[in-house]
């Protein structure tokens, strides 16, 4: 059972846009919502994360909008650049004893074209 | 400051060689797990720990053995390996505010 469904699979979008990659939850205990970024080769790294208890959080170009009644959070990349392109998942946990356990979406690969 | 290291970085094992793959971390985390990555499948937890001596069954737990004897390392046993196994393992420490930190990964190929 995937707890956390990301779409879409691929974007390609061209530079100074905005990409925008939505992701979807079942289970109304997490209270940690984490986007990694990754690049070919490399480990995830986390981009931005965000708690249910706010609706938006900015952090540069980055930023994450949460709908708690919707189970529902985005990632939207401002003025997206060439160097932006890698793969990114958005996951879910709850804190506390078990924030080891990350769930994660299935991951966008993300491509921003000239 | 290394963060999360795992070795080796790349493997080839034969079908019912066992190894394990080492994890260690330099920040003091209490928590450390460990993740496979395949295509079109995100990362699924494998085994995770929340502390020296305490581990458990993430997703994914069968054929793969932990143990947690030092809060810094996390190794990963495959005790029998099959060719479903073949993957990208990832190892990572968090804060118990749930911040997550990736190693490079290990390429695992079993033929």
């Known amino acids: 059972q995937q707890q956390v469904k990301q779409s879409p699979q691929s974007l390609i979008v061209q530079k100074g846009g905005i990409p925008i990659i939505n992701c979807a939850y079942e289970?109304?205990?997490?209270?940690?919502f984490p986007w990694y970024q990754q690049f070919p080769g490399k480990g995830p790294a986390l981009l931005i994360a965000?708690?249910?208890?706010?609706s938006e959080k900015k952090e540069g170009r980055f930023t994450i909008s949460f709908n708690k009644s919707a189970k529902q959070f985005s990632l939207h990349i401002m003025d997206s650049q060439p160097g932006d392109s890698a793969t990114y998942f958005c996951?879910?946990?709850?804190?506390?004893?078990?924030?080891?356990?990350?769930?994660f979406g299935t991951g966008t690969r993300l491509q921003v074209t000239l | 400051n290394a963060g999360v290291t795992q070795t080796p970085k790349f493997q080839v094992l034969k079908t019912g060689q066992s190894m394990t793959l080492q994890c260690a971390q330099d920040?003091?985390?209490?928590?450390m797990s460990w993740y496979r990555q395949d295509p079109g499948m995100g990362l699924r937890l494998i085994h995770y720990?929340?502390?020296?001596?305490?581990?458990d069954q993430g997703e994914v737990p069968n054929g793969y053995n932990v143990s947690r004897s030092t809060t810094e390392d996390f190794p990963l046993r495959l005790l029998s390996a099959a060719p479903s196994q073949t993957s990208v393992y990832f190892c990572?420490?968090?804060?118990?505010?749930?911040?997550?930190?990736f190693g490079q990964g290990t390429r695992l190929t079993v033929v």
């Open positions: 965000i708690r249910p208890d706010v």
């Open positions: 996951a879910a946990s709850v804190v506390g004893g078990t924030a080891s356990k990350l769930t």
């Open positions: 289970n109304t205990a997490f209270d940690y």
């Open positions: 920040m003091n985390h209490e928590y």
């Open positions: 990572a420490s968090s804060y118990p505010t749930g911040e997550a930190f």
């Open positions: 720990s929340v502390g020296a001596g305490i581990t």
